[in-house]
């Protein structure tokens, strides 16, 4: 089945740092792809996504590339700041046009920026 | 901006005992999800609602498991017989259509403790 693989965490960084999560994929047909955050004590939020190949999803300074040919969505961020840090997950839906849509996550990524 | 509520916050029962979730989806969306994340680990879908009954789920969602949409805005789940290991934090989400490109939008959660 669909499946999503996530670089093992906890990343420790120091702000301005420049930040890479990987994130590979396993699905049939053409997924979309996302990634979530969840601050401490709250619940998960849309970070950004990509629907097709070669589109890239931004926001907050935060970038991610759908790369159909490395199976990959690897999450950047040139200078991270304190207030960044939050477990991020890698996601998947619709491994096929039309499903249900329900996500599959990846085991998230705990990342702690040090002022 | 329209969100999605989740109630309780936190609800601690006792194993055996029935629980009811409750979620109040975005007033326009047709899709609704139930998530869990035990500690630590990665979010797992349970359920999906479309058209007032279940459209997939996963092999989580057994027989203890039951959703219902009782009214036009409520969405809930109830875990019949709890046992220890359904201690998790329990995430709604709903989404306006099914389509892989549209987002999902979470609530907070409900952590639920069974003792």
């Known amino acids: 089945g669909d499946s999503v693989t996530q670089m093992e965490g906890p990343v420790t960084l120091s702000e301005e740092a420049f930040l890479t999560i990987n994130c590979t994929y396993t699905a049939t047909g053409y997924p979309s792809l996302f990634w979530y955050v969840q601050y401490p004590g709250e619940g998960l939020q849309l970070l950004l996504k990509a629907t097709k190949a070669d589109d890239k999803g931004s926001n907050k300074g935060f970038e991610a590339t759908y790369r159909k040919e490395t199976t990959s969505f690897h999450l950047e961020k040139g200078s991270v700041q304190v207030s960044d840090s939050a477990v991020y997950f890698c996601a998947l839906s619709g491994g096929y046009g039309g499903s249900q849509g329900n996500l599959i996550f990846g085991k998230g990524t705990k990342l702690s920026v040090k002022p | 901006e329209p969100e999605v509520t989740q109630t309780p916050s936190h609800q601690v029962t006792q194993m055996g005992q029935e629980v009811i979730l409750r979620c109040v989806p975005i007033s326009n969306h047709l899709y609704f999800y139930w998530y869990r994340q035990i500690l630590g680990q990665k979010v797992e879908f349970l359920v999906s609602f479309y058209n007032n009954e279940i459209s997939e789920k996963s092999e989580i969602f057994d027989d203890q498991f039951s959703v219902e949409r009782p009214d036009g805005s409520n969405f809930t789940l109830k875990i019949r017989s709890t046992k220890l290991e359904d201690s998790a934090m329990y995430f709604c989400?709903?989404?306006?259509?099914?389509?892989?490109?549209?987002?999902?939008?979470f609530g907070p959660g409900t952590r639920l403790t069974v003792t």
């Open positions: 989400a709903s989404r306006w259509t099914g389509l892989k490109l549209d987002e999902q939008y």
